[in-house]
C-alpha cells in the first residue's frame, strides 16, 4: 500500500459525459501528479499541483481540468468524455521535487 | 524533450536466475534522476529503486541492483536470484526539476519469471 488513494477504482460512462476523480496523497506530500496509462499511448504525465499550485503540466486536453484542494487532495475532471478517454488513471504524490513518486491503485475510466 | 526508450518489450528468465532489462534515455541536462518502476497484473505502479544523475554510485535495493552509465545515458535494472513475484511489467523513468519533476517513462518491458 502507497498510501495514495484513488477513487473510484473504476467508473463506466457514456460519451459526451462528465466525471470527476478524486486522489488523497500521502501523509505529509505536498506535490500531487495525474498520469494517464492507454494501450496506445503509453503511461503519460497530465498535470502536477505543488502545495494547491499548478506548477506544470504536460499534454493535458483542454476538456480536462484539475486542482488541488487546501487540504492537499486533487480532483481531475474529464468532460465531453470520447471513447479514447478510456483509460487508466494515477495520481502520484511526493514531498516535494527530486523525490520518488508513490503511486495510488489507480482509477479505471470505460467511456462506451 | 527528453525520451525513455526500453528496446526490449518481453523478457523471460528462469527463477533464481539473473535478468538484465535495458532502458536509454536522451536528455541535455546534467542534473536529473532515473526510476524503475514495477506494474504487476494488479496494475499497481510500484517503486524498484532510484538513482540521482550526480551520483558515481550505482543504486541497490536487496535483489534489484542498476547500472548507471551516464555518458552512455544509459540505466539497466539487473535483478538476480529472480522469482515468481517479481514478473510484471518494468517501466524506466526519467525526471528532473526543471519540469516541475514531472516522470518521462519508457514503453515497458514484459517480464515473465519461470519456475
Known amino acids: 500500500d502507497s498510501g495514495v488513494t484513488q477513487t473510484p477504482k473504476h467508473l463506466i460512462t457514456a460519451t459526451g459525459q462528465r466525471v470527476t476523480l478524486r486522489c488523497s496523497p500521502r501523509s505529509g506530500d505536498l506535490s500531487v501528479y495525474w498520469y494517464q496509462q492507454s494501450l496506445d499511448q503509453g503511461l503519460q504525465f497530465l498535470i502536477q499541483?505543488?502545495?494547491?499550485?499548478?506548477?506544470a503540466k504536460g499534454n493535458i486536453l483542454e476538456r480536462f481540468s484539475a486542482q488541488q484542494f487546501p487540504d492537499l487532495h486533487s480532483e481531475l475532471n474529464l468532460s465531453s468524455l470520447e471513447l479514447g478517454d478510456s483509460a487508466l488513471y494515477f495520481c502520484?504524490?511526493?514531498?516535494?521535487?527530486?523525490?520518488?513518486?508513490?503511486f495510488g491503485p489507480g482509477t479505471r475510466l470505460t467511456v462506451l | 524533450a527528453q525520451t525513455v526508450t526500453q528496446s526490449q518489450p518481453e523478457m523471460s528468465v528462469q527463477e533464481a536466475e539473473t535478468v538484465t532489462l535495458s532502458c536509454t534515455y536522451d536528455t541535455s541536462e546534467s542534473d536529473y534522476y532515473l526510476f524503475w518502476y514495477k506494474q504487476p497484473p494488479s496494475r499497481q505502479m510500484i517503486l524498484v529503486i532510484r538513482?540521482?544523475?550526480?551520483?558515481?554510485q550505482n543504486a541497490t535495493e536487496n535483489r534489484f541492483s542498476v547500472n548507471f552509465q551516464k555518458a552512455a545515458k544509459s540505466f539497466s535494472l539487473k535483478i538476480s536470484d529472480s522469482q515468481l513475484g517479481d514478473a510484471a511489467m518494468y517501466f524506466c523513468?526519467?525526471?528532473?526539476?526543471?519540469?516541475?519533476?514531472?516522470?518521462?517513462f519508457g514503453e515497458g518491458t514484459q517480464l515473465t519469471v519461470n519456475p
Open positions: 499541483y505543488y502545495n494547491g499550485e499548478e506548477r
Open positions: 538513482q540521482e544523475a550526480y551520483k558515481q
Open positions: 502520484a504524490s511526493s514531498r516535494g521535487s527530486y523525490n520518488e513518486q508513490f
Open positions: 523513468a526519467y525526471g528532473q526539476e526543471t519540469s516541475g519533476s514531472r516522470l518521462t
